[in-house]
Each structure stands twice: as structure tokens, then as C-alpha cells.
């Protein structure tokens, strides 16, 4: 089997065991269904939901970096696939770059109490059974 078949077969089961998971999970956010803690993603799937809707006010309130994500949705398997250019360097800052904003973002979020990102330890999967064994 060719090395790019290879990969986007992985690629193809990855997306499909990540949307098993979200099915399982009740479409939450990993971090949050297991310990009650928002990531820096979080509000995301609702973001891109309200742009399939073309409500794009709402879709910057669940999360204003969704046009980033867009854009590496785009960039990242024509980069992948060799049908754009782009440098290693070039690609390890871009990634460096868009992993500070997306802390930022968080962190900005946190500190305004965005109802998006509240932390509540008590929703946590663990807490569950932190009870169980008391």
C-alpha cells in the first residue's frame, strides 16, 4: 500500500474514533467530560455549527479563532499532500504562533467569565466517582 493511502486511511479511522468518542461523550469536549475543565477549544463545534447556519455573530461568541481552525482545515492537507509549499520553519512558528493566540484567547475568556469556558470541577466523569468511593 502506498505511504499516502497509509496516511489518510489513518486520517479517515482518527476522525472516525474522535466522532465516536463525541457520540459516546454527548459531543463534549474531551477535558471537560472528564475533569470539569474547559480547553482553549472549547465552544468550537458550536462556533462552526453557527456558521453552517450563517449566524456569524454567534459563531465568534462560542469562539472568536473559528476562522483560524477554517483556515487550517484548509492549509494543513494541501501542505500534507504536496499541492503547497510551505517550509518546515515556516510551519513550526505558524504552529507556535496560533498555539499562543489560542492560550491567549483562553486566558482572556477566563478572565472576562465567558459562560463558554466557566470551570466546574463537578461535571467531571472523575468526580463521579470520586463519590462512588466514599
Not at 16 to 21: A, D, I, Q, T, V
Not at 60 to 80: A, E, N, S, T
Amino acid at each position: 500500500m502506498k505511504k499516502n493511502t497509509k496516511h489518510i486511511l489513518f486520517f479517515i479511522l482518527f476522525i472516525l474514533l474522535l466522532l465516536l468518542f463525541l457520540l459516546l461523550a454527548g459531543y463534549q469536549c474531551p477535558l471537560r467530560f472528564f475533569l470539569g475543565i474547559p480547553c482553549p477549544f472549547c465552544g468550537m463545534t458550536r462556533a462552526f455549527l453557527c456558521v453552517l447556519e450563517g449566524d456569524l455573530a454567534k459563531s465568534f461568541y462560542f469562539h472568536p479563532l473559528w476562522p483560524i481552525v477554517l483556515g487550517i482545515f484548509i492549509i494543513f492537507p494541501l501542505w500534507k499532500f504536496r499541492l503547497l509549499h510551505l517550509s518546515d520553519k515556516w510551519i513550526d512558528h505558524g504552529a507556535f504562533a496560533i498555539g499562543i493566540l489560542f492560550l491567549l484567547c483562553f486566558i482572556i475568556r477566563h478572565v472576562t467569565h465567558s459562560p463558554i469556558v466557566q470551570i466546574d470541577f463537578t461535571k467531571g466523569f472523575f468526580h463521579f466517582f470520586s463519590y462512588m468511593n466514599t
